[in-house]
């Protein structure tokens, strides 16, 4: 499956972004899907992930309460929400798809390119 991650862009501290993931390929809905994120001279850190059915989701608790991970099996596309946005958010993110329901990065099998999101203060 073939990965593609758009909608970053510059907001204020406070603001929204919602961030997507076109997939194409191999059957979106076959994937566990995942988003992570990394900052300049940091290492790639989880977000978020979602099941096939989009039933099951979980966060990391730096984004938990501010971020919805969801899907749109019938669009082949993967979202984040992001709302109340802090400064520490600023980070590129990226979309992965797994076989399994993981936080690990090493599971993930396909990866996008990133977006950049970039918050002021």
């Known amino acids: 499956v073939q990965l593609q991650a758009s909608g970053g862009g510059l907001v204020q501290a406070g603001g929204s972004l919602r961030l997507s993931c076109a997939a194409s390929?191999?059957?979106?809905?076959?994937?566990?899907m995942g988003w992570f994120r990394q900052a300049p001279g940091k290492e790639r850190e989880f977000v978020a992930t979602?099941?096939?059915?989009?039933?099951?989701?979980f966060y990391a608790d730096s984004v938990k309460g501010r971020f919805t991970i969801s899907r749109d099996n019938a669009k082949n596309t993967l979202y984040l929400q992001m709302n109340s946005l802090k400064p520490e958010d600023t980070a590129v993110y990226c979309c992965?798809?797994?076989?399994?329901?993981?936080?690990?990065?090493?599971?993930?099998?396909?990866w996008g390119q990133g977006t950049l999101v970039t918050v002021s203060s």
């Open positions: 992965a798809a797994a076989n399994g329901i993981t936080t690990d990065q090493y599971e993930y099998r396909y």
């Open positions: 390929g191999r059957a979106f809905s076959s994937y566990n």
């Open positions: 979602i099941t096939r059915s989009g039933t099951s989701t």
